[in-house]
């Protein structure tokens, strides 16, 4: 018994997965098998075969006998044999009927080519849900529709169920991409970066398997070292964080994500018809769960060279070694900007340096062995280099100088790069239409050193490298959670808005464009969270005005409250500064002419508190996901210099100390010009408090405390709206 | 006569350049000329042959009689023929004399691939005194020494009198790179985008022959269409403006500058052993004068694809073709960040595409063709970008769908970029291991279409177009001059401090580290400039200070003065808004106590003027080039957010209006949250009154106007130093 059960926890790895029949087909079936030359019908077959795939294809055509030379069938009822996955290149009318087909044989995946559904408006929609009911009865998996299809580079399978023309070597890097035009290109790019590829997945409307499954499946894949993602936005954000944050735990994702701009968020609009609008949450949901995000294609596809070979550093301090002098000039530039360091080296190392160098080479760091540096040159440097405690990461430029044996260089490089101790990326400046210099390329291909064109394209990969090992080492902890909150007070404010609906699963129903809670509300609702407010009362009359200013100490702010006023301040609604009761009989009396109109008139009077750094704590729920939580310094800085940062809550502390230190005028939370520091702990508390509020609440649809007053010992909102 | 005389006119395009015996030799000696492989006295006899150089090769060896079966002279005088350039690769001690030898041989220019001169310390300096003393007496121009040497790739001299292993074909691309490393690595970039190359130059110490003498050849030359330009820094930056200058109003110079950060620039510095310390001054210089800036090789070399072929679009509206939907998405981010609009289409156009496009299309910018539209399709779409009028130009989306004619396509594209009305990019997504997608490539390629295989990189190259046609059409006008100054006044003042010693030459000799001049001197100066200055008195006692403010009108400022003050806040001795007699009597009171010790203590008395908005204006000093004038906000604008700008002076008004608008803080100057705007057209005037000032007078080593107070009305200086 002890033995069978080690067995079976040695084959765990191997146990079956419900997308095994889509990425690990042992047979295929092509439902709308073409015998035209160049049909999708036909192609799709023409690439199983080039591929040399490994299981069985089963052409289904009415008429045909075979297809390619292939068999072919009139019904996937004829096929004597079962069937794992079927690709379905049909008019999109019969696709409903052709599931239910499937099901009954017992067909466990199909990927459905056709288009025709959702992208095209009710009709489409229609059919879509119409074959999906006859998946969900069969327990038939729909991958697509009007997608390209899966790719298996796995020896074991060669299942290229695409029609697309890129054909890979086997390699450690799966892709899955919203676009199939992006995921092909980034196949090709891969290709032609001769770094090969594992899995491939392009899942067009994705009505069932999802992104996430796929990104799910690549991680437990054992042969998948680093995964690339493409998409334009999540269609179930929350279902993506769940998974792809234990996924990115265990290898580096890589991933991009388009529609950045307006512009291009309306082209991927027209192009998929199910998204719109910028959204900022996909790139805070990278952030949060620490996937390495690019916004540019080409540096994404060089990075994953250095991740299919290269171990991750430990820290950020770079070696260089050069066999001339400007490429290496060019790598510092970009490596400083990626946030590496260029560590001095230790007098050991200069010293066995300057015994095993060229005279004429320039001993430090870079160490630039010149060009006439040969094989045993470069070694020493490296080795040096792997010596070297504080070194992390070795850049190398390596020209290959017609007068020096560059393939014994690349040997020593290659030595040096299979001890895996510290990751190496080369800049290798070559004319590879030279046999001679093919002949080198091939040997650091082989010896797996990532090797690049330009000394910039080679330090940015180094770059991500570095970036990955930031965010493996940034632990952002827990959510942090208040005990001292008053949970049923808000539920009971809420309560009594009356706009609080819920439907059954708990989930908020639409209550039109929401409303703003009357000042009260809102500041009862902080209170009762622990948020810091300006001391207030709502008075009706001056003489209750007096008495509350009296209470609350001068000097005293005036607000008006009243439904009909939004814009306070523009109808003369906010008197600030007010001494003392005479000033505060002025303006309750002025306020009073000007907005007699209102009947319901009542005034906020409360504690005027100059003189501290104005911040500010925005809040914005997003559909599917968490709210965001917006951090920034008040007045201009949020006005006119745009200077804020928002984060995915729920926040852990870590998260809302990272928004103070990240906005550009940070440095002014320390105090500056005589002005003092704030208590950056309590602006920190304020942020983690309206964190855990609108999660707490997810009524809550927009808040903003504006200005938050922070000064050197407490900080405190002294305006504040929510809207529900 | 007549006719002779037109001839002459006509032969004016290829007349004798001095610099021709360097880039169309006629005959070529390689004094130091070795039969052993590998050596670079061989690979360049191996490189000129390989290469099907025109002329005539001479070897110089002493012991050989013919060098990789050519035959070898002794000396250069054993030569029977005249000799145009000749290689030396002799130990730099014999150097010197070799070119005595060439002088007396009537060689007209020399590459000096030796090292061991200015490079190697004192000595090295030496024996290139020496043999530059040489080369001025017989009139022979040097290219070097250290360096690589010229490529010429015009057919008619093939010229290839360099080291390196890429062999370009024949383009309109010119190169020259501070760097050998790095220019070896353009020309071979170049050489993969296949794209040719005309002339190529890397001149190492460059000690005679500078980059600017070989931009104004390229500039000269007609076959040169676009200048790729490194450099890491400029050794006589006022004579490359001026040579630049010309040239870039001519054709297109694409330049990178590298040692940007302080650790690239350490590494400049080491290689080359002459720059140091990160100079903005190049960045600047290149704004300046027209010139298109990358930070990113590989993107320079992209770009110059572009610009080999392409026309310069006449403004900003790009129109996307596009047969992939992600694809058009990633461009279109791309583009809009390039500063690039997608115009909507005209009815009429909508009209044609509906009914020349397929059903599936998405008629629209981006036009979709879809994977399944044809030539038909592509040409139908361009033809309606074409005649579009809003259109400038045109990127194009391209994968090579296996279901679609793709040569057909591609003529379909080339048809129409043959036209050359508007330019045109193309990201080809292909697999260029398949022989029926090589055709297809060639198509385009033949025809001009400049391919890419990214979005992001084929949107970045139509960015650099455009950004071309916004420089060209950037009229910075002349210097702004004004009369109304009183320079005399000036010139007797720094006359008065007695430290700004001219040498013979007219130029300022060192006086250490410099000195602060009094206020009272500096703010003469700027009234002589017409800079508008808040009213002062200088006074020595209570009385002559009361007297004053009275005078200026209260409140005012007291500054105490005195040679031993720098740090006036720091110790006291400043006081603000002293609103009456009593005030200013005990400021002044209490920093006579303070500063007790200064025997020279003298007070200014100001006036003081709040509410304005604060501004910086600063200038330093360059060498070899005019001042940078800095403009930015005030307070924690310049100290925190260092949200300030730098131009090269002088300056013209345009560039003084760019100064206002290009601060990331520019809209506080319009007014915001009840602040009022400030006069834009005085702080104009005042930035333009201290360029010219310091254009006057380089004795100037640092100036600061800050603050300077600005106003809706006026904008007046309160505070000012002036080191000379």
Request: proline content about 4%; aromatic content about 6%.
């Amino acid at each position: 018994m002890n033995s069978q059960t080690s067995t079976g926890t040695m084959l765990d790895n191997t146990k079956a997965h419900e997308l095994d029949s889509l990425f690990k087909p042992r047979s295929i079936a092509i439902i709308g098998a073409s015998s035209k030359e160049l049909s999708i019908g036909n192609v799709i077959i023409k690439n199983l075969v080039h591929y040399n795939y490994t299981g069985k294809i089963y052409p289904i055509n009415l008429k045909e006998p075979e297809i390619r030379n292939i068999k072919a069938y009139p019904t996937i009822f004829d096929v004597p044999d079962e069937i794992d996955l079927a690709h379905i290149i049909i008019p999109s009318k019969f696709v409903p009927q052709i599931i239910e087909d499937c099901g009954k044989k017992g067909i466990k995946s199909v990927i459905i080519n056709s288009a025709g559904f959702s992208e095209m408006g009710e009709e489409g929609m229609a059919l879509q849900d119409a074959f999906l009911a006859k998946a969900k009865e069969y327990g038939v998996r729909i991958f697509g529709p009007n997608c390209q299809g899966i790719i298996n580079a796995d020896p074991q399978f060669n299942a290229y169920c695409d029609f697309t023309f890129t054909f890979p070597k086997p390699g450690s890097i799966s892709i899955v991409a919203l676009s199939g035009g992006v995921g092909a290109f980034i196949m090709q790019s891969l290709f032609d970066l001769d770094i090969g590829m594992r899995m491939y997945a392009s899942n067009g409307n994705a009505c069932d398997i999802s992104i996430s499954e796929v990104v799910t499946y690549y991680g437990e894949d054992e042969g998948t070292k680093a995964i690339i993602l493409y998409t334009e936005g999540f269609r179930n954000p929350r279902e993506f964080m769940d998974v792809a944050q234990k996924v990115a735990k265990q290898k580096p994702i890589l991933a991009m994500k388009s529609g950045r701009t307006e512009e291009g968020a309306k082209a991927a609009a027209s192009h998929t018809g199910s998204l719109a609008g910028v959204d900022i949450a996909t790139e805070l949901i990278f952030e949060k769960i620490g996937i390495l995000s690019f916004d540019n294609e080409e540096e994404m596809c060089q990075a994953a060279m250095a991740f299919s070979t290269q171990p991750i550093p430990r820290g950020n301090k770079v070696g260089i070694i050069t066999n001339t002098g400007g490429p290496a000039v060019i790598a510092t530039d970009e490596l400083i900007r990626c946030g590496l360091q260029l560590p001095t080296l230790s007098a050991r190392a200069i010293q066995t340096l300057k015994e095993t160098q060229l005279p004429e080479a320039s001993i430090g760091n870079p160490i630039d062995v010149v060009a006439t540096g040969g094989a045993i040159h470069f070694k020493s440097a490296l080795d040096v280099l792997m010596d070297e405690e504080q070194i992390d990461c070795i850049y190398i430029n390596f020209v290959t100088a017609p007068f020096t044996d560059t393939d014994e260089v690349a040997r020593a490089i290659v030595a040096v790069n299979n001890m895996k101790r510290k990751p190496i990326v080369c800049n290798f400046m070559t004319n590879m239409s030279m046999e001679r210099y093919q002949a080198t390329a091939k040997i650091l291909k082989d010896g797996g050193v990532p090797c690049y064109s330009f000394p910039t394209t080679a330090a940015k990969a180094l770059g991500s490298l570095y970036k990955f090992h930031k965010i493996q080492s940034r632990n952002i902890g827990e959510t942090k959670i208040f005990p001292d909150i008053d949970r049923a007070k808000v539920e009971e404010i809420i309560a009594r808005t009356g706009i609080n609906k819920h439907d059954t699963n708990g989930n908020l129903s639409s209550s039109g464009d929401g409303a703003f809670l009357p000042s009260a509300d809102v500041y009862e609702i902080l209170a009762a969270y622990g948020i810091a407010v300006a001391d207030w009362r709502i008075v009706s009359t001056t003489d209750e005005a007096l008495k509350a200013a009296v209470e609350i100490g001068f000097p005293v702010v005036i607000k008006a409250e009243a439904k009909a006023i939004v814009h306070k301040s523009d109808m003369g609604g906010v008197a600030i500064n007010l001494k003392n009761e005479e000033e505060v009989t002025a303006a309750i009396g002025k306020m009073k002419l000007k907005l007699s109109s209102s009947t319901d008139l009542q005034f906020l009077v409360q504690k005027f508190l100059p003189g501290g750094r104005e911040l500010i704590v925005g809040v914005a729920a997003q559909p599917d996901l968490e709210p965001l939580i917006m951090f920034g310094l008040g007045g201009v800085f949020v006005e006119v210099l745009k200077d804020v940062v928002f984060k995915l809550s729920p926040l852990t502390e870590l998260e809302a100390n990272e928004m103070l230190t990240s906005i550009k005028s940070s440095k002014l939370l320390d105090g500056v010009r005589g002005q003092k520091g704030v208590n950056k702990a309590s602006v920190i508390d304020i942020i983690l408090r309206v964190s855990q509020l609108v999660n707490d609440f997810p009524q809550i649809q927009e808040m903003d405390l504006n200005p938050i007053m922070a000064f050197e010992d407490r900080t405190i909102a002294v305006d504040a709206r929510i809207k529900i």
